[in-house]
């Protein structure tokens, strides 16, 4: 398990470090110069750990750890908790699988109002669905709401086919997607007809005060800021909120700031609201996603 299908793990390993590695049995020797090496041992050591605490050893584990032993010199085995915030209908335990992602959870636990930003991949929106099906099973909250603003892509919501409801659900579709691997398909219905469970465009929530709720934002990065500020003085008492998005993804017309840019200047350093941002080693999707956001990124700084 260890050093993967006809020794993978391995020959990654040795690119990665420019090192030469041998395995004879349980033994490894490691060839090259003193600090790579180290380095290498260092992997080994974080690799065991996690692989005794989670039975597996997962490409995407293997390529995170290598990241954070270049960064720092130490695995993150030893930083990322056991402890699951919610199990999936098939039994799997949902933990965080960054030190990121930790980060991100504790951060809830903690404040009442948390913006999580980071790009596609990183876990932002399933964890928020996973831990507000958490508070409402454990009774904290009486009710989850989760939004969307509903940002047309080149083509306008009036000219689709359907009632508001068929209009409006292609944008939510990734909010379903997540509750669906938390919640079997009849009881999410049950909950959605009693209005226990929510699931509506960002329009549809002005007015609106609401209490006792667990209320995601997510793709807050297509918010306007007059939007945001309505979303964010919606929250009644015994309420929490997360707010997720990617400001690098931003589908607004050119001519209109983002509501999550101004919300993250204007509320930075206001108690009890906190801001967690992920980064491309928090991509917990094939792990050639974290090289397409790198590749993005030095393209536009070049660019700039």
Same mark, same amino acid.
């Given at each position: 398990?260890?050093?993967?299908?006809?020794?993978?793990?391995?020959?990654?390993?040795?690119?990665?470090?420019?090192?030469?590695?041998?395995?004879?049995?349980?033994?490894?020797?490691?060839?090259?110069?003193?600090?790579?090496?180290?380095?290498?041992?260092?992997?080994?050591?974080?690799?065991?750990?996690?692989?005794?605490?989670?039975?597996?050893?997962?490409?995407?584990?293997?390529?995170?750890?290598?990241?954070?032993?270049?960064?720092?010199?130490?695995?993150?085995?030893?930083?990322?908790?056991?402890?699951?915030?919610?199990?999936?209908?098939?039994?799997?335990?949902?933990?965080?699988?960054?030190?990121?992602?930790?980060?991100?959870?504790?951060?809830?636990?903690?404040?009442?109002?948390?913006?999580?930003?980071?790009?596609?991949?990183?876990?932002?929106?399933?964890? =928020?669905?996973?831990?507000?099906? *958490? +508070?409402?099973?454990? !009774?904290? %909250?009486?009710? /989850?709401?989760?939004?969307?603003?509903?940002?047309?892509?080149?083509?306008?919501?009036?000219?689709?086919?359907?009632?508001?409801?068929?209009?409006?659900?292609?944008?939510?579709?990734?909010?379903?997607?997540?509750?669906?691997?938390?919640?079997?398909?009849?009881?999410?219905?049950?909950?959605?007809?009693?209005?226990?469970?929510?699931?509506?465009?960002?329009?549809?929530?002005?007015?609106?005060?609401?209490?006792?709720?667990?209320?995601?934002?997510?793709?807050?990065?297509?918010?306007?800021?007059?939007?945001?500020?309505?979303?964010?003085?919606?929250?009644?008492?015994?309420?929490?909120?997360?707010?997720?998005?990617?400001?690098?993804?931003?589908?607004?017309?050119?001519?209109? =700031?983002?509501?999550?840019?101004? *919300? +993250?200047?204007?509320? !930075?350093? %206001?108690?009890? /609201?906190?801001?967690?941002?992920?980064?491309?080693?928090?991509?917990?999707?094939?792990?050639?996603?974290?090289?397409?956001?790198?590749?993005?990124?030095?393209?536009?700084?070049?660019?700039?």
């Amino acid at each position: 398990m260890l050093f993967g299908r006809n020794d993978v793990n391995l020959k990654i390993i040795e690119d990665q470090f420019k090192t030469r590695i041998v395995a004879r049995g349980s033994e490894v020797s490691i060839e090259g110069e003193e600090e790579e090496v180290s380095r290498v041992v260092n992997l080994f050591h974080d690799l065991k750990l996690y692989l005794k605490r989670n039975f597996e050893l997962p490409e995407r584990y293997l390529f995170y750890a290598i990241t954070m032993i270049k960064e720092n010199g130490e695995g993150p085995a030893e930083g990322l908790s056991a402890e699951s915030v919610i199990s999936t209908l098939a039994r799997e335990p949902i933990v965080a699988k960054t030190l990121g992602q930790k980060r991100y959870i504790k951060s809830v636990s903690k404040h009442d109002i948390v913006f999580c930003i980071g790009p596609a991949g990183t876990g932002k929106t399933y964890l =928020a669905v996973a831990m507000a099906v *958490a +508070e409402l099973k454990r !009774k904290t %909250v009486q009710r /989850i709401i989760l939004t969307r603003p509903a940002v047309e892509a080149g083509e306008s919501l009036g000219f689709l086919p359907g009632d508001i409801r068929a209009k409006v659900d292609p944008y939510l579709r990734p909010v379903y997607d997540a509750l669906h691997d938390l919640v079997e398909p009849e009881k999410i219905k049950k909950l959605m007809e009693l209005g226990i469970i929510e699931i509506v465009p960002l329009a549809f929530m002005r007015g609106r005060t609401l209490n006792n709720s667990f209320v995601i934002l997510d793709e807050a990065q297509n918010t306007t800021t007059a939007q945001m500020k309505m979303f964010l003085t919606r929250l009644g008492m015994n309420s929490r909120s997360i707010i997720t998005g990617d400001v690098t993804q931003i589908d607004l017309d050119k001519s209109k =700031a983002s509501g999550l840019i101004t *919300a +993250e200047k204007i509320l !930075k350093g %206001v108690s009890g /609201i906190e801001f967690v941002h992920l980064d491309e080693k928090d991509v917990v999707r094939h792990r050639l996603v974290m090289e397409v956001i790198r590749a993005y990124e030095r393209h536009e700084k070049r660019r700039r």
